[in-house]
């Protein structure tokens, strides 16, 4: 922790000023009008919907918001790392509970809202906390006691106990977004689709079913982007957007998924395909207060039972990870020393279902009517079927999944918690009291509070790290989920991008990307 | 001519206070929450509340249509749950998209579907009826997003004749037309297969009829018998379905608008339902049932200018 405290002076947003030294000598050389728009265009697989990062979800969301807004710190998007954004340095008091943090001087607000200042972040934290706001990411703010706010550059957050994972949650993504109290305050109502931030981009239009365009921030902190604009296309359909990538109607193609068309990419020329894995796995969530599954015996066999490589490798075509736990590779603080592991072996789990005295078990997974989650529990269920599981599959839409799921009156259902790479994200969503329906804790879980707040309290992340690997260990040996496959991001771009960076969230961030030839 | 005005509008304020009371009420009949759609995840019990509270969902469902009914009579169709922008403006910019993706795709079916059916009518038995009718099951037959995907890959990829994408926000008429013309072709030939079927069995029924053997008899040459006495008739019923082709197209072009990425009322009107965003949808269908019956009126008033008959009745 003590290295941290000093944040790296190094940082892409650097590297990205550098960049734009060079282009910036050429843009000034001859009018920009003269030079011709430098357009990227990227493509959305849907449509957004609204930008307050009070009440931010789903990636294309977060994707925008992500070029609109920073936070205190940032995820460094190649390693993860928490590097410097909006603060430059920040201390923590000996008791672990007084975080003070300089901020970066001469920001200012997009659309001239003024400079940036302490306030503004007072005023974002204390927004998120407030129950009228109605805040999805309340919880993650939970012991944030007080701001404190000593002058324009300083801000200190109080905690009303030590929380050394506390700087995740101050990361540029959700509630660490920081908002402008004049705009917010000024602009009402209509805030969600109007964003104001400090971001490399402004936000200028959204035409609803068709895209959303941004500009460049030309008073940047960290340098204007050498692109003018970028719009974000919706192509709704993977292959239509794989062609329209090949013929140089776009740049970017964000969200690739079908096994098919990342095939036709991969040989494609001049295309540069892209992937990594993910912060998220997908889960068959039981709930252990119903039925045969309350013995743990039944929910091992189950796992057993599951031929998830063959899902993997047949279903997925290679495009998925194995899971051994709910963390991925790409969270700083996995370790899955000791922490059990099932193999596909159904004799195995036709004696544990012997042993359990099961049988007649007729079993349901309740799954969302959106690809591929609507099609890849078919192959489980059968695999529940050979070792005498009676198992069927009920795919409901969204709104009727929604609603189903946080009823919390399902048997299982099929849940992937996409966030940030920070570990709280989906343990304390799918394993704590507090996530039990309408959260995503559908199996009811109880026995991993405790854990989460001694992971909270150590001291430092390799003090952590043990931590939540006993709690991997534990969970794994209940096993009330059973993470099904590790996901892979795709993403591919043409020939012209240069600089493009892909992270482990499921959003595209082009802030460092410029144009070859334009 | 008043009176006849009166009734009218008098029958389209029904219609559409009726189609939207369905809406209404069907929406909030199916499984499903926008409050829980927002929370997404992170759905707690308290923040559940708060939102249900803010967006008038505790109140009863009478009550809730009651509020609907007495804002959308002073033109507030409400917010979008989802965007917090005005519904309205969102389902109206939606709607020149779908209008000329409409417009144009009808009038390829037109200008294809009909000259086909009338020559496959006259060659009755020919092997260019035979060919013509075969094409026109397959144009039946084909998903067309199955024959959109295999326009872009030929006409866009191979031949990169149009672009791939059917829309684009760059100004200018004919950057906009080029854009059009590959959704527009596919949502055409689709229904152009229709017209083309139904233009040659009305043809065949009219060609038998004693006028024209009398017109026959007369002398009357046979591209005027064909074209303009047998034709003119023969249109009625092709004319009903142009109609309903194009109100269905306005709304129901979903899987076009998918391949081609395009906005427009259906894809709107169905984001709305996924997403449980009532305000939206309610609007969403307003304007759709308003064009529909509106159009249904025009043709009305078309029929009688081809069939004397009706301007009588």
Redesign the interface.
């Known amino acids: 922790m003590n290295d941290m405290r000093k944040l790296p002076a190094f940082n892409r947003r650097e590297v990205l000023a550098g960049a734009t030294g060079i282009t910036l000598g050429a843009a000034f050389g001859a009018p920009v009008m003269a030079q011709g728009s430098r357009t990227l265009r990227v493509r959305f697989g849907s449509d957004i919907s609204q930008l307050d990062p009070a009440r931010i979800f789903q990636n294309e969301n977060q994707s925008i918001a992500s070029h609109i807004y920073n936070g205190l710190v940032q995820y460094d998007q190649r390693t993860n790392a928490i590097v410097p954004d909006l603060a430059t340095s920040y201390e923590v008091s000996a008791d672990g509970t007084v975080w003070t943090f300089k901020l970066r001087p001469n920001v200012t607000w997009h659309k001239n809202y003024g400079a940036f200042t302490s306030d503004d972040v007072k005023f974002s934290f204390e927004r998120v906390l407030d129950p009228a706001t109605g805040s999805l990411y309340r919880g993650q703010l939970a012991g944030l006691k007080e701001i404190q706010t000593p002058d324009p550059l300083t801000v200190r957050l109080v905690l009303d106990s030590a929380n050394s994972g506390f700087l995740h949650k101050l990361c540029a993504f959700n509630q660490g977004w920081i908002v402008s109290r004049r705009a917010v305050t000024e602009i009402g109502e209509r805030y969600s689709m109007n964003p104001i931030g400090t971001g490399p981009f402004m936000f200028d239009r959204w035409t609803a079913g068709s895209e959303v365009r941004l500009v460049a921030n030309p008073s940047y902190f960290g340098g204007a982007s050498t692109l003018t604009d970028v719009i974000f296309r919706i192509v709704r359909d993977e292959t239509a957007a794989a062609i329209a990538l090949e013929n140089g109607e776009l740049d970017i193609f964000y969200a690739l998924q079908s096994p098919d068309v990342i095939d036709r990419l991969r040989r494609a020329q001049n295309i540069t395909l892209l992937d990594r894995p993910a912060n998220n796995t997908a889960n068959l969530v039981l709930n252990t207060t119903m039925g045969p599954l309350r013995d743990v015996r039944v929910r091992r066999a189950m796992a057993h039972a599951l031929n998830r490589k063959a899902l993997i490798d047949g279903f997925f075509r290679g495009t998925k990870f194995e899971a051994n736990s709910v963390l991925t590779s790409t969270f700083q603080e996995l370790s899955e020393e000791g922490v059990p592991r099932y193999a596909y072996d159904p004799d195995r789990a036709r004696a544990l279902l012997r042993e359990a005295n099961v049988s007649n078990f007729r079993f349901e997974i309740t799954t969302v009517g959106l690809n591929p989650f609507d099609r890849f529990p078919v192959p489980l269920a059968n695999d529940l079927q050979q070792v005498g599981i009676q198992a069927t599959v009920r795919v409901l839409e969204r709104g009727a999944y929604v609603q189903a799921r946080s009823s919390g009156n399902v048997q299982s259902c099929i849940t992937a918690v996409v966030g940030p790479p920070d570990p709280d994200s989906p343990l304390v969503t799918l394993y704590h009291t507090r996530s039990h329906p309408p959260g995503l804790n559908t199996s009811r879980y109880d026995s991993a509070d405790a854990l989460l707040a001694e992971a909270a309290r150590a001291p430092d992340l390799p003090g952590r790290k043990a931590v939540y690997n006993r709690l991997l260990r534990q969970t794994m040996d209940d096993l009330p989920v059973i993470p099904l496959y590790a996901d892979r991001l795709f993403l591919a771009h043409g020939p012209t991008v240069q600089g493009f960076v892909q992270n482990s969230l499921f959003t595209v961030n082009v802030s460092p990307v410029s144009l070859r030839g334009a | 001519m008043v009176f006849y005005i009166a009734r009218c509008a008098g029958q389209f304020a029904v219609a559409l206070v009726g189609i939207v009371t369905v809406a209404f009420f069907l929406m909030r009949a199916?499984?499903?929450?926008p409050a829980?759609?927002?929370?997404?995840?992170?759905?707690?019990?308290?923040?559940?509340a708060?939102?249900r509270a803010?967006l008038g969902l505790d109140l009863p469902v009478w009550q809730q249509y009651g509020i609907f009914l007495a804002r959308a009579l002073q033109g507030d169709l409400g917010?979008s749950v989802?965007?917090?922008?005005p519904a309205l403006a969102?389902i109206l910019?939606?709607v020149p998209?779908s209008a000329s993706l409409a417009v144009a795709g009808m009038a390829i079916a037109i200008a294809v579907g009909v000259p086909l059916g009338v020559i496959a009518a006259v060659r009755q038995g020919s092997v260019v009826d035979v060919a013509v009718m075969l094409i026109a099951l397959l144009g039946i037959s084909f998903p067309v997003?199955w024959v959109?995907?295999t326009a872009?890959?030929l006409l866009?990829?191979a031949l990169?004749l149009f672009?791939?994408?059917g829309?684009t926000?760059e100004p200018g008429f004919w950057k906009g037309l080029h854009h059009l013309a590959l959704p527009a072709l596919v949502l055409g030939l689709s229904v152009a297969a229709y017209i083309a079927r139904l233009t040659r069995s009305a043809m065949l029924e009219v060609l038998g009829q004693d006028h024209i053997r009398v017109a026959r008899a007369m002398g009357v040459p046979e591209w005027r018998i064909v074209w303009k006495l047998a034709l003119r008739n023969a249109l009625v019923p092709v004319l009903a379905v142009i109609g309903v082709t194009f109100a269905w197209s306005l709304g129901n072009a979903i899987l076009v608008e998918?391949?081609?990425?395009?906005?427009?009322l259906g894809?709107?009107i169905l984001?709305a339902v996924?997403?449980?965003d009532y305000q939206l949808l309610q609007a969403g269908v307003l304007v759709l049932a308003a064009a529909v019956v509106l159009l249904n009126t025009v043709l009305d008033l078309l029929y009688g200018a081809i069939d004397p008959r009706l301007r009588q009745q």
């Open positions: 199916i499984p499903g929450d829980l759609y927002m929370l997404g995840d992170f759905a707690t019990p308290e923040a559940l708060t939102l803010r917010m989802v965007t917090g922008e969102e910019a939606s998209s997003f959109g995907i872009i890959l866009s990829h990169g672009p791939a994408l829309a926000s998918a391949v081609f990425s395009r906005p427009g894809s709107t984001k996924l997403a449980r």
